[in-house]
Structures are given as C-alpha cells and as structure tokens.
Nanobody, 124 residues
Framework: QLQLVESGGGLVQPGGSLRLSCATS????????IGWFRQAPGKEREGVSC????????NYSDSVKGRFTISRDNPKNTVYLQMNNLEPADTGVYYC?????????????????WGQGTQVTVSS
C-alpha cells in the first residue's frame, strides 16, 4: 500500500515555528507533485501548499502565504513544510499526499497515498 509518513508536529506558542517532513521508503517521491493539507476539528480537509515534482513551482493558500514554505529534497525522498509565525488558526492535523489526478489545483480530492498525519497545536 502506498502511504506517506508525516512527522515534525507538536505544541508551539503563537509566533513560533515548526518544520514538517513527509517521506516514504516505498516509492520515489520525485515522480509526484506533493501537497500538504490540514484538517481542523469539525472542518473539512483543506489544501495548505503544493509543490511540483521537480520543485520548480509551488503554491500556497492565502491563509499561510508569506509564513509557510514548501520545499523538497528529492535525493532524500522528502518534502518539507517550514511553518513560521504560527497562529492558533493553524492548529490541526497536517497530512501530506501525492497527486493522483493530473488536472486541477491543490485540492485533497486530487491527491492520494495519504499518511496518518501529524498534529500541530498552536496555543499559549
């Protein structure tokens, strides 16, 4: 079963930073666009940021633009999400996934191989 593994979540105060990692030993990530998504309690899963297979292009949701940075290290088969200046509204479970539908934007329905997620809690 193709599945990604997220790590790096935790509890952080507002204004703090975290770096999430997304990796797998089961397939090569450099074949795929990779996305980061999050789900807050009682809310639908939403796209946070997505990056192309080469790393040459990326996009961000308006709520995280300027604070989060997505990157990838293809030789390490890992994709990262650097999150700075975190806000309580960023709290949720963060997932990474590989694009399985070639058209469309950074939307959960176009991605697969979901991991179990990593919890991010921003609170004082």
């Amino acid at each position: 079963q193709l599945q990604l593994v997220e790590s790096g979540g935790g509890l952080v105060q507002p204004g703090g930073s975290l770096r999430l990692s997304c990796a797998t030993s089961r397939f090569r990530l450099d074949f795929y666009d990779i996305g980061w998504f999050r789900q807050a309690p009682g809310k639908e899963r939403e796209g946070v940021s997505c990056i192309s297979s080469s790393g040459g292009s990326s996009n961000y949701s308006d709520s995280v633009k300027g604070r989060f940075t997505i990157s990838r290290d293809n030789p390490k088969n890992t994709v990262y999400l650097q999150m700075n200046n975190l806000e309580p509204a960023d709290t949720g479970v963060y997932y990474c996934a590989a694009r399985t539908v070639l058209t469309g934007g950074c939307e959960p329905m176009r991605y697969g191989a979901w991991g179990q997620g990593t919890q991010v809690t921003v609170s004082s």
